[in-house]
């Protein structure tokens, strides 16, 4: 398929979307909230889509690397180190929590295991950096493998799944649950909103990296809607597989990762006895993870690569060398009790939001090579996530979570004080 064909380019922005969350999250959320929070979700997409094309024209009319473009267009290089920075903290974590679908399958209890973590950190480290190191194009081609083996693969086992559930009655009415109209509250407007910004993948700087080398007769925001149609679609097919898997046993926990590293084991092999069906739905796991960590790992790569001028061939192990020793930390902090998936996803998490308005900086800054229709929908957007964004800050203090505060915090004021420092080191280059 030709790397530059609108179709490839649909599936490679799909595949950056489509993670863990379509997985587990958004079902749970949706058998929360019900109607409600499904038309706030899909409102939530709407608002979001243009922000995305904002930053896949901003590069593409430029044709500059995100380094470049945040230093040469607004001289604020530090724009394109918080993306490298909060992509670090990413996927030093994602990495366990993405490894988990696989190394859970010949690991007993691999989520509380030292031993466990270590080794699925290793694992997936591996696997990312073999891939980077190919380069930029190869990278794209087992982002575009892997969405289309995530849409089989789930499928297929959802199919297979129908076909062995005893009572398919209940899968109805458990779907139903998704469907039914329970009125919409504030909460359910910030979790909605978040998970889309967070599904969508918003702020985390591949689309500047993406719009960079996309021809100009594809558009940014039909790419944006058509990864977001996918990506909505498979968070869809996922609330089926999930309330399919609850019709088998309605016990099982659909919150968090008990979901698919306790609950999915339980009514795959102790309910239905079919093995394979769980090898297959972690193997779609898996993939939804993978494809979402390659463009992370490559925006940190390329801003680093840029910042150093240090080749690609090594900055791809010194920088993915860096996200591990920090997923090392994070499993040791685990191990002595301390939550640190949870402190760094409510920071990062809460980061996209800001990080979205940072990648549209163009509409702020108000270029002239963006459509006027961008412009206006890309208006509200902004003022969404930033609402959002100042009542997340607001939700962690309200609810104790200062050590994701701080960091958040603490990491945006120490990279926005150097951009001094960074203005000039990039001048004397």
């Known amino acids: 398929m030709d790397r530059l064909s609108f179709g490839y380019l649909s599936l490679v922005v799909a595949a950056f979307m489509i993670g863990l969350g379509n997985i587990w999250k958004f079902p749970a959320l949706l058998l929360r909230y019900g109607l409600g929070g499904l038309v706030v979700y899909l409102l939530s997409v709407a608002i979001i889509v243009p922000l995305i094309a904002v930053a896949l024209e901003s590069t593409k009319h430029k044709r500059y690397e995100i380094l470049e473009y945040y230093f040469k267009e607004y001289g604020r290089p530090a724009f394109a180190l918080l993306f490298l920075v909060f992509d670090l903290l990413l996927i030093s974590y994602y990495t366990i929590v993405g490894g988990w679908t696989i190394s859970s399958l010949f690991i007993k209890d691999v989520t509380g295991s030292l031993t466990g973590n270590l080794v699925t950190l290793v694992i997936v480290f591996v696997i990312l950096i073999l891939i980077l190191m190919r380069g930029k194009e190869k990278t794209l081609d087992v982002m575009v493998v892997s969405v289309v083996l995530f849409f089989l693969a789930l499928v297929v086992s959802e199919l297979s799944m129908y076909l062995n559930v005893p009572n398919k009655t209940a899968i109805g009415e458990t779907l139903s649950k998704a469907f039914t109209w329970r009125g919409i509250t504030l909460g359910m407007i910030k979790d909605m909103v978040i998970q889309a910004a967070y ?190 964004g100042l009542y997340s800050l607001y939700t962690m203090l309200r609810t104790k979570q200062y050590a994701s505060f701080l960091l958040l915090v603490g990491v945006v004021v120490i990279v926005l004080g150097i951009n001094g420092k960074l203005k000039s080191h990039l001048e004397s280059r």
């Open 199 to 388: 599904s969508l993948s918003l702020g985390m700087g591949f689309y500047l990296v993406l719009g960079e080398f996309l021809p100009e007769k594809v558009s940014g925001m039909k790419l944006a809607a058509a990864g977001a149609v996918l990506d909505t679609t498979a968070s869809l097919i996922a609330t089926v597989s999930i309330s399919t898997v609850l019709a088998v046993d309605p016990t099982i926990p659909i919150e968090g990762t008990a979901l698919l590293f306790k609950g999915l084991p339980k009514a795959m092999l102790e309910v239905l006895n079919l093995p394979v069906l769980l090898y297959l739905l972690s193997f779609a796991a898996f993939l939804a993870a993978l494809s979402s960590m390659i463009p992370v790992g490559e925006t940190i790569v390329r801003v680093y690569s840029n910042l150093t001028r240090i080749p690609r061939e090594k900055s791809v192990p010194f920088m993915l060398g860096l996200g591990l020793v920090l997923g090392v930390v994070n499993v040791l902090g685990m191990s002595l009790g301390v939550d640190t998936i949870t402190i760094l996803d409510s920071a990062v998490s809460t980061f996209t939001l800001f990080g979205g308005i940072v990648a549209a900086w163009a509409i702020i800054e108000r270029r002239e090579y963006l459509q006027e229709s961008v412009r206006k929908a890309a208006y509200s957007g902004i003022l969404t996530v930033a609402v959002l």
